[in-house]
């Protein structure tokens, strides 16, 4: 048995979940695997041979999906904030659909990716999202209209636009109130006489194993192909990137009792794994199920915590488990994504020391 702690994956429940996706959306719908959830190669290489593509965010994710084998037409840079020398350097590997969302990166990519293909990012609801990512990136439609028209200026192809309802959005309205919003956004631009042909429907479907009532991917599939089947004509090319519904519920951490104490009338539980290494969507209240390897035990109450010496390293305050012993086993269910990837997010370094004197 592997040393804890580790992450489990499934690579069949990986492959299941890129044909249930592909088989609700139907064949029009590209799927563009966001590979910050989990960026394992052997992930990506399920993908790969299953047909998808890859949503690549740094220099780091896309070296990673080459050398699996994904050609830089299969990659989008999604990242709406990209450094000039990540730029440079994936427009010479061959990359060439880029996101932006203002006038500097559009002044960037026009210097340093002459020619490419350039969609904007809407700022859109996220209403109803367990975890909301509104504020740092997305613009309002007017200012994408301006956005892709300068594009076009600046000798840069302006093919369409993209959002973000939100991780593990809940809300169904969402998607169609966003997509309206791109509807909006091309029929301005073809007024202005810039045809656009790329809808980018992000990321934000759930993961249903780590919610509660969440509503079927089914529903939610249902009513992205009806409002698109609204508001756009069938040559407009869509693309999805989804990160968390294709992984999270294909792997499994596996964790180990390594401590306990009584603490001013709390039980505590130490565990070898904690927000510093693997659990750090804790401090965003991500669920995950918890399952032990005595289900049979009688329950009680714990503080489940982390291995390192930093109190914010807490797991769960108040949480009821079977009784736990030093050495046990707890498993965190629904943890293929955004566990192991934290280590390095998105492919970026930690700095690296410049000794002086």
Known sequence: MPTTPYLSIDLDRVRANYRDIK?????????????????????????????GCVDVASMTEIRIAADVGFAPSQMVF?????????????????????????????SKLSKLASGSDIYARLSVSNKGSVWPLTGKFGVEKHDAVRLLLAAKRLGLNPVGTTFHVGSQCLNQDNWCSAIDACADVFD??????????????????????NMTNPPPVAAIAEGILRCVDKRFDP???????????????????????????????????????????????????????LRTDHPEREKRAYVLAGPTCDSVDVIYHDITLPRLNVGDRVLFMNAGAYTTGYDRYNGFDFPAPDYRG
């Not at 088989?23 to 047909?51: H, Q, S």
């Not at 090319?237 to 989804?242: C, D, F, G, N, S």
């Not at 990160?243 to 539980?269: F, K, P, Y």
């Open 23 to 51: 088989r609700l959306f139907g064949e029009r719908l590209e799927v563009f695997y966001a590979v910050k959830a989990n960026r394992d190669p052997r992930v990506l290489k399920t993908l790969l041979d299953e047909g």
């Open 78 to 106: 999604s990242n709406p904030i990209k450094a000039p020398g990540e730029i440079e350097e994936a427009y010479r590997l061959g990359i060439r659909l880029f996101a932006a969302d203002s006038m500097a990166e559009l």
């Open 188 to 209: 301005a631009c073809a007024e202005r006489g810039v045809a656009l042909s790329l809808l980018n429907l992000g990321g934000g479907l759930p993961a249903m194993e």
């Open 235 to 289: 040559s407009v090319r869509v693309l999805m990137e989804p990160g968390r519904n294709m992984v999270a519920t294909a792997g499994t951490l596996v964790a180990s009792v390594i401590g306990e104490a009584e603490r001013q009338g709390d039980h505590w539980i130490y565990l070898d794994v904690g927000v510093y290494n693997g659990l750090m969507e804790i401090h965003e209240k991500f669920p995950y199920e």
